[in-house]
């Protein structure tokens, strides 16, 4: 026999032990390789999962804070409007006390002015009678102070005044 062609001793031994091995990969080895695999695979599908879960959650409290913020963004806004228009509120009610004040300031005033103008007319009067009623009992050489205190003159002068004093104003 040549060199090519094997003895049937060694093949029957060779395909033997290829048979007891085989049988022992295919019985006992893969089955456990297979399972080492499920898990990893079970393992890297459970992460995933998990991961895509956590993703989701993530974007579901994302959301939920974006909304809160928006919400929080305008109660702000709300809250500064509501300072501002009791800002002016507190403005206007402010320029409206300031002029009532002023209003009755003013109001005092002119009637302060009024009398004074009056209690300063009636003493210029005095003084004017005086004036005159000295003067023109130097001009006349004797004292005509009972002929004023009897007499209407003065009064019919400073009504005479008054009435011209009234008629030029208008």
Known sequence: MGILIPRLLPTVVCVLTFAVVFV???????PRINGVLAERQDAIEGRKERAERTAIEAGEVLAKYRDELAEARHEAARLRQEAMEHGAQLIAEIRA???????????????RLATDRVIAEAELRGAVVSSATELAGRVVGEPIDSVVDE???VDRFFSDLDARSAAGLK
């Open 24 to 30: 022992c990969l295919t019985k006992i080895l893969l």
């Open 97 to 111: 006390e300031a002029l009532r004040e002023r209003e009755a300031m003013i109001a005092e005033s002119q009637a």
């Open 151 to 153: 007499s209407d003159v």
